[in-house]
């Protein structure tokens, strides 16, 4: 893809990895010359390295894999590198850091949405409805049977929240409504325990307990792969796991053998270690499991919410202000630029 021309020097040049809907783009092209990748897979790497040479911001999605190389490729005018997205795994932070370019992301904006998701897919898996739609299409549905597709119960059941974030909480305040028990597990007990109605438990617990457990944990050393065969083995027998965080908090070849052994009754996931999943991966011939292609957030208005926040965190950036989003603020405490 050439280089699109820009114009006046004196506005700041920036690079956006995709389309953006609503006005993002718009109200960015009022602050900036921005070139824009129009394709909807991810731009190549060797494109990205020569898109993003002298630009002094850089907005990406979670797709984008923003390394050490491509910051180094970008030069020393490099201000900030804003995702649209609340997770910044894919980006090298620690890199920025010690450049001094401001990481920011969309926290907040999304809350709502997923939750409401995280919940539709605890109930659809439950119920077992993508199951019972696949049986439609394909003429398996031959008459009444009292045990045809009979799924379980999610209203006074309990549900156990790995991770109790902005996202987590939001589940469990739905979770409310259906009467149910919420445990949770986190980095340290919240104080609000009382007002959510929620009980603060070990993971061991949690898992042993849980009828339903719902993962809304960052993607770190330390979660990686947190959801292995030993986890899988310490759920309830006929649990069903829910995943909308980040893939890789999950070992898939262990959730296949709980799947395929019935170790768990099921589960629904939003998200994997390769995206998109490889149309023959194994785990896409069970079916106990409901996959959906990342999308929890993704209702018109909350899309447009994210890119209107990753644009305005890049124009602060840019207008020599720190960007209220930064996520590596105290890394850049007492650098040049940084506020």
Known sequence: MPKLPFGRKSRPRVYVTRELPGDALAHLREHAEAEVWHQDTPPPRAELVRAVEQIEGLLCLLTDN?????????????????TMAVGYDHIDVDACSRRGIYV????????????????????????????????????RWTTWHPSFLAGQDVGGATLGIVG??????????????????????????????EELGVTFNSFDKLLGESDFVSVHVPLTADTRHMFNEDAFNRMKPGAIFINTARGAVVDETALLRALEGRRI???????????????????????????????ASASVATRQRMARMAVDNLVEALQGNTPANCVNRDALAGKSGAA
């Open 66 to 82: 923003i390394d050490s190389g491509v910051i180094d490729a970008a030069g020393s005018q490099l201000r900030i590198v804003s």
């Open 104 to 139: 920011t992301n969309t926290p907040g904006v999304l809350t709502e949405t997923t939750a409401d998701f995280a919940f539709a897919l605890m109930l659809s898996a439950a119920r077992r409805l993508s199951e019972a739609e696949r049986a439609v299409r394909e003429g």
């Open 164 to 193: 109790l974030g902005a996202i987590g909480a939001a589940v469990a305040r739905r979770a409310r409504g259906f009467d149910m028990r919420v445990l949770y597990c986190n980095r340290t007990q919240r104080s609000d325990d």
């Open 265 to 295: 009754a099921g589960a629904a996931i939003d998200v994997a270690e390769v995206e998109p999943i490889p149309k023959h991966d194994m785990l896409l011939r069970v079916p106990n499991l409901l996959v959906t292609p990342h999308i």
